[in-house]
């Protein structure tokens, strides 16, 4: 196997259409919605088959060096082919006696027929097994053709310009507070929603835009020591700073943080800085000769973003919403309390006692929780578990949340190996922004359901596969922009 069909870079591939339909596909996703509409759902299959099909051509010349290329992501590609492979399994009719024995309880839910599935709601998890086949091209398209470190920067470019197209349209409607019915969905922008329906979600979505870019500002970064004696060495480095993509970059996270507090997403704001503050202190551990460049990112966003942009734009009424949450419904605080947002999820863990292995079908929660669910939950619409571990074990298992979990583990230890060995800024900052995405999901998903939201699950998709090409790439290379302001030439 030579070295160039290891590393993938063939310039032999004419990818470049695929690569600019993934581009779109990520902008285009948040948009209807978070794409959590069934037409919308629809139109993502649609876009993946094409995507794939796109990549079977355009590699089909190239076939050995697209196998050695997938070699390299064996591990998450089998995992979410695991995923997918149980999506649709639980859609599969099977013998009755075979349902009997690998899901009592899911036997017992059906009319008796010589034929089951696994799901107790076959359509709604057909549907799911669809979107998991999605986000498993999604990933496998990524991967292939992102193939060296311009495009997996323009990659990262990309979803930051996404979060600031949801950021600046979310603060026009939500200036104006706009009130109108779209899709059938009567959306009031009290609070800033961008293109989503749910406060929550947008914020989940600007985390992982914001954690992207703020691994791309580290990147850009570099190795910069040179220090200026000179008085009009030192002015004319400010002025050059200024004028530099990093300073833009800088401006377009402000924006998306000047979001993220609109939200007033409690979760979500603390989750992006919570991420923000332990995946710092890991890269300063992890990567000593970069830490002062890395102190200083991080202490300029805390600063910057919480004392400046937070009092002037009013990060107080998040704290006052944090302040005003009870531990319980009966102390009378004034936002719902952390006991009535927490209870579908605790009133959803027998569900999976019930259906412990293989669940009870992707999108079969909400009727399934109809028989479990208590009478009242303070006024909350429940059709999400408001905790995706909880959810996603409910309707796959403890198989299915194991598969996940591996994939989100195995994920988080590659790039804290690239934090700590490469030396390429690229994959460092790739690497550091895709585990502060991870954090931030992580803690976000213990009150919310972002991956119950297409559009959001398409992105730490893209996001996680980002880690890994952080990994495998052969040479960090940026933009020649970007280069030159560090001094070098890719």
């Known amino acids: 196997m030579t070295k160039l069909a290891a590393t993938g870079h063939n ?85 009755a ?86 899709f059938f969905n009567d959306v009031s922008h009290g609070r800033l929603l961008g293109s989503f329906i749910n406060p929550n979600h947008m914020a989940g979505y600007l985390c992982m835009c914001l954690s992207v870019g703020i691994g791309l500002m580290l990147a850009r970064l570099g190795h910069q020591t040179a220090s200026h004696k000179d008085w009009r060495a030192r002015v004319l480095a400010v002025i050059e700073f200024v004028l530099s993509d990093k300073m833009r970059l800088r401006l377009l996270l402000v924006i998306m943080v000047i979001a993220l507090v609109l939200t007033r997403s409690r979760m979500g704001n603390t989750a992006f800085f919570a991420a923000m503050l332990v995946v710092g202190l890991v ?73 412990p292995v293989f669940g009870t079908g992707g999108g079969s929660f909400y009727n399934v929780f109809m028989g479990y669910r208590q009478l009242d939950y303070g006024g909350l619409f429940v059709n999400y578990a408001h905790n995706d571990y909880i959810q996603i074990a409910v309707e796959y298992g403890l198989v299915g949340l194991s598969i996940l979990g591996a994939l989100v583990v195995l994920t988080l230890v590659t790039v ?9 800024s690229l994959p460092r900052g790739i690497a550091f922004g895709v585990a502060m995405g991870i954090v931030a999901l992580l803690i976000h998903s213990t009150v919310d359901f972002n991956l119950q939201i297409p559009a959001n699950a398409l992105t730490i998709v893209v996001v996680l596969a980002m880690g890994w090409l952080s990994h495998t790439m052969k040479s960090g290379k940026l933009s020649r922009t970007a280069a030159n302001e560090q001094g070098f030439d890719p």
Request: hydrophobic share 60%; net charge positive.
């Open 11 to 95: 310039a032999g591939v004419g990818d470049g259409g695929v690569f600019f339909g993934l581009l779109a596909l990520l902008v285009w996703a948040p948009l209807p919605l978070g794409s959590n509409r069934v037409w919308a759902m629809g139109l993502l299959v649609l876009a993946a088959v094409l995507l794939l099909l796109g990549t079977v051509v355009a590699w089909r010349n190239q076939l050995s060096s697209a196998q050695a290329r997938l070699y390299l992501f064996r591990w998450p590609l089998g995992l979410l082919a695991a995923m997918v492979l149980l999506a649709w399994l639980q859609t599969v009719w099977l013998p």
């Open 97 to 182: 006696a075979w349902v009997q024995v690998l899901s009592p309880n899911a036997a017992a839910a059906q009319m008796p027929s010589e034929w089951m599935t696994l799901s107790v709601d076959m359509f709604q998890s057909r549907i799911m097994a669809a979107l998991c086949f999605v986000y498993g091209v999604v990933f496998l398209v990524t991967v292939l053709v992102v193939r060296d470190g311009l495009r997996l920067e323009r990659l990262a470019q990309v979803l930051v310009w996404s979060g600031v197209l949801q950021a600046v349209l979310g603060a026009a409607l939500y200036s104006i507070k706009a009130q109108y019915t779209i």
């Open 283 to 355: 890269a300063v551990v992890l990567a000593r000769k970069t830490a002062p460049q890395t102190v200083a990112l991080i202490a300029s966003l805390v600063i910057i973003d919480i004392f400046v942009v937070g009092t002037w734009i009013g990060l107080e009424k998040v704290v006052e919403r944090i302040q005003e949450t009870e531990v319980s419904a009966s102390a009378g605080g004034k936002s719902e309390s952390i006991e009535v947002r927490s209870q579908p999820a605790r009133d959803a863990l027998p569900i999976v006692s019930d259906f």
């Open 416 to 424: 804290l190996r690239v934090m700590a060995r490469r030396r390429s």
